[in-house]
């Protein structure tokens, strides 16, 4: 008796470990649907610290899900599903009421362009996931590129600048974070870092310094961060081709 009750008691905490990171995955469904309603109130600040919120929780439900060992086929579908709200969705109606409501026809398709793109990155992770190199990602996330767009919004809104002056801008930057999602450029993921593991003292210092500065101009600094992120792929990719055609030559000119 004693024996079947401790197997139905570990059997109810397992379930509850299963729903620990679907509880993050809503959460941050919860922040990207609040974005939505926050922009459509001319709220756009409040919007955008969502979003960023939501990254934050995007972020933390896959390493519980790993680190309890929870990982689902269901909580997989759940958490891309949340992340087109999130990062597709909630980002480009953001950056459409804000600046680009009254560019007529090309404010609506940079948005929606965004949108699209957004959706095939998140296909497209969900299709290659078992065969791409998880050092790597193939294309913008999600989450960066909604991470720029967003961050561009609340840097402009915290200088107090005009959208109208800048609504071309914001088009540009739409366009290029949703491009640059579905293009083959490769982002370094992080996913190899192992917070159970030991880290040298120097990396401590260095995430106290990260929160030092973001803490001190969290829109400047996080749209900055993001902005070298979403440009250091096409480095690396310039430097890749470059030494690709270095080589190439070198062996050229052994040959002659």
């Known amino acids: 008796m004693a024996t079947s009750r401790s197997i139905v008691g570990a059997e109810r905490r397992r379930r509850g470990i299963y729903i620990l990171p679907n509880l993050f995955t809503t959460a941050a469904l919860f922040a990207g649907f609040y974005a939505i309603v926050q922009?459509?109130?001319?709220?756009?600040?409040?919007?955008?610290?969502?979003i960023f919120v939501a990254m934050i929780l995007d972020s933390l439900d896959g390493r519980?899900?790993?680190?309890?060992n929870t990982q689902s086929a269901f909580g997989a579908e759940y958490d891309s599903l949340a992340d087109m709200v999130s990062f597709g969705a909630a980002p480009s109606l953001v950056i459409y009421e804000w600046a680009m409501r009254d560019m007529g026809k090309l404010g609506w398709i940079a948005a929606f362009v965004y949108c699209v793109c957004a959706a095939l990155r998140l296909a497209r992770f969900n299709t290659n996931i078992a065969i791409i190199d998880k050092r790597f990602f193939q294309g913008l996330p999600s989450p960066a590129a909604a991470a720029l767009v967003t961050g561009f919004v609340w840097l402009m809104i915290d200088t107090q600048v005009d959208p109208d002056a800048v609504r071309f801008l914001a088009c540009g930057v739409t366009i290029f974070a949703g491009i640059s999602m579905v293009t083959n450029v490769f982002f370094y993921s992080g996913k190899q870092i192992n917070l159970r593991r030991t880290v040298p003292f120097a990396v401590a210092i260095l995430?106290?310094?990260i929160l030092i500065a973001v803490s001190s101009y969290p829109p400047g600094v996080l749209f900055g961060v993001f902005v070298c992120?979403?440009?250091?792929?096409y480095v690396m990719t310039a430097i890749r081709w470059f030494r690709?055609?270095?080589?190439?030559?070198?062996?050229?000119s052994e040959k002659q």
């Open 39 to 50: 922009a459509m109130n001319g709220m756009y600040e409040q919007a955008c610290v969502a």
């Open 64 to 68: 519980v899900a790993r680190m309890t």
């Open 207 to 209: 995430f106290v310094l």
């Open 229 to 233: 992120y979403a440009l250091s792929g």
């Open 244 to 252: 690709r055609r270095g080589t190439r030559t070198g062996r050229y």
